[in-house]
């Protein structure tokens, strides 16, 4: 018989029960913690990454993975707040080229997966390079200035609720419908499932994947948007590492690589145990150090007190 | 007469495509290879050739050993962080003294294959992902690091370490490539003759009926992931006798080009399939891509444009041979 | 070592004072001179001590970075008033380093030191901090006018490289083929070396720039990309290659090709390896690039604290120090990742 706590931790909601005790912990020990305007912060530093992550989740259920979106938040950022410029009247423009750069990438993704039929790893870890090129072909440097309305998209409040918080969840309920209840999540799922099964149940399966690498861009269109208006500048290695975070994110959450399951919420949660954990450790004046070390024992930790129940082989 | 010949035509044909199929990896090399020398005759050159295997040496030893678990179905991303481990530790060891190069190289190896068989335990007697699992060690590994070195890339390479792994036999042959190389052949030979290499491919394509029939999965796990780590601190070292190391952060992302030739290749996250000899051809690959497009002289951006461009270009040439039979 | 401190100096000259090799300055230097001679009214952020202080780093991947904090937690420990002194890593991920700022602001501490990953980048979290009276101080970056940074202790980028460049085409005779080996893409160092280069070839036009390449502060990629390079051009007569660490990569491949005699080194830094370097070869020498930066930035820190008025921009300059007189600081008892530094033993990185 296991004891409670580690049976609740490696129960289905393991992540979300580890997240609960985490800032359980931060509230008790950690006295600055527990502040509003820490706790804004945390929501505000990280709303970006679970952006990209819920988009990330819905290509990894669909036994996809895509490397490529933390070189293409950077290319979006760049983009971005060059074209704004710091003026307001850029900023509808703004977000529609975020969004039609992070979805065009992504079908270029899609459609090349399809095409040549090289593994998502490889494929979209070529395209890292490739975008990371586009971005110092684009500029060397920081460049152009972002509105506004952009910086308050990414730190503003509203009635004290973050807006970065009010667009992530407005994202991941979008995402949560789109995958629980139409069938193109079905396909999704089924997709990611097995492909060969799918095929035959008669699922395009081969536009059910343009679709899950479209969502992947979007993402990191969204995502892009208030990492600018959290940097206010176009940083031309803005993006670097955002893709590992990501995936580590939705693994952690209790979504298998392998394809067929996974789950937003999960998603989520695991990137604010990852937020409140870097929040508590600077604020617990820990050696930065010290602090590698122990997000990587987290990370190792969590994912063995989460690991999924042993499944009957079919 | 004639249809003799025939069929011994097409027995031929047969075989060449047969044989493509199968070598598909070293055609891509081929190809890209000549492309190399059509545009530039440096890759014609036996001192530069040799400097590309001295290049490869880092990244081509670890391959080798993530091969082994990517065979058995797993992947191991902690080897750029042990590479940096090793490095580092095997300078502080060496503290200068020629007499400290065995106690330092065997220690190295020995944490090595500690943490790839840690990695092994976890991974044998736990369901979880090896991919999110190998990231994190790799992240607990570069805390380790850092505590232990205080940031700086303390330590003394012995003299002569460097000067012997550097020295060209017959002034071509750099000694570390030769190591490289040996390495490889000697991999490419126990993977054709082994029983334990032989169990590797039988978990990989079914793990559930490798169990039932009698294996051993967990021991051979973990010696696979020992294996895989030991390797890591192979090239650690071979990366601090090739160019010194600058930092404590040598080895960082050096994982991914690693999955990347192990991938290229022909061993895939499945597992059951692919091996050592199509890991190296790729790792030479993905090298000559580089090189290339630095000596042709394209810009820094033109040169990651090309440069991903021809991962994903190789790769889909793979599949193509792979496919045409 | 005692001799590197003489030589170094820890005269900490303002801007507006200095360059007899302003020629090749253009306007924005002139104002970026301007601007960091103006003073800065520091009554906002004059409190009563005891003072935590915070170092928000950009990064803490590599040796200089390791150094300059040591030399921030010695000085730390010569005020009886500090307490302590926080330390955040962003690790290069400039919204890691915004949102640190974040968290030391939340702790509540008097003053913030910085070295950025990018100085745009993270003008919104320091605004954060000078709106509740938390001074910022640039540390080591290029100088930076921005009213969300309170003064800037700064090594020029830019006079580094034009110093590099300048003392490389006297060597060179003033002219030949030469490349550039820069740090990462994109960061500043990286820019403001390249224009300094480029400013300074204006006045050499016989001096040829084959390529300019991102060695990423590696030595092995230096080395790597160096053989390429020696494989494409027949000739190259000198190297521009202001950062230490990746000479020595540089090096190593001219020397193994044996072609380490037609090619002339540009100085280097302070980094030990490359003094190394210099002692056994006799040329290329070193243009300093001073980790007692840490240590100036919070004794300005600290005079902000107790309301004194300082300038926007403290210049903390690079020396250019001869072959010969290079050769004397190398510690050949230390490993390569070293500085030479005036840190008092006991301080140095253990």
Redesign the interface.
Known sequence: MRDPITSALSSKYGIIVLLGMTVLFAFIFVPEFGTVNNLTNIAIQSAPLAILAIGQTVVIIAGLIDLSVGMLLGLIVVIIADLMQGQSSMTAFAILVALGLGGGVGMINGLLNNLLRIHPLILTFGMLSILQGLIFVYTDRSVGQVSPEFSWMANGTIFGVPFSIILLIFVATFVSFLLYRTRLGAHIFAVGGGEEQARRAGILTGRVKVWAFIFSGLSAGVAGMLVAGRLGTGYPNAGVGYELDAIVAVVLGGTSLAGGRGSILGTIAAVFVLGVASNILNLMEISSFVQILVKGLIVVIAILLNQPKRIVAS | MSDRTGTVADNLQTRIWRWASSNAIWIVLALLFSVAALLSDAFLRPVYIFNIVRQAAPVGVAAIGVTLVMILGGVDLSVGAIISLTAVLTAVLMDGQVANIPLAVTFALAVGAFIGGINGVLIAYNRISPFILTLGMAVVITGITQIYSGGTARGIVSPGFREFFNFRIGGVVPVLALFFLGLALVGVRLQQTTKFCRNLYLIGSNPQAAELSGLHVKRITIIAYALSGLMGAMAGIALLARSGVSSTFAGRGLEFDVLAAVILGGTTFQGGRGGIGGTIAAVFVLLIAFNLVNIVGLDYNAQLIVKGAIIIIASSAYIYFKKVR | MRKLIEFVGSTVVAIGLLTGLASAADEARVMQEKQAAEIVDTSAYKKEGPYKIGVA?GY????W???TLQHIKYEASLHDDIT?V????AA?????Q???I???I???VDLILYWP????????ALKKATDKGIPTINTGGGFVNSPSVTASVFIDQWNLGEMVARRLFQDMGGKGKIFAMLP?????A??DQLAALKAVMEEYPDIELL????GD????KA???T???L??YPEIDGVFSPAG??S??VA?AFD??GRLSEVIMSPGDEYN?WLKWVRTNNQGGAVTFPTRVGQEALRLGMRILRGENVRRGQKVPSEYISPGAAGVYAET??????WASELPEAWK??
């Open positions: 780093a803490m991947g590599n040796s970075v390791v150094f302590e926080l330390v955040t890593d290069f991920n400039p919204t890691k915004v949102a640190d974040e968290d030391l939340s702790k509540g990953v990018d100085d745009k980048a993270i003008e919104g990462i893409a994109g960061t500043t990286a820019v390529s300019a390449e991102y502060w590696n030595r092995a080395k790597q990309i053989e390429n390079l494989q494409k660490q990746m020595i990569g190593e193994e090709a390896g008892d230390r490993p390569d990742d070293w990185p253990q």
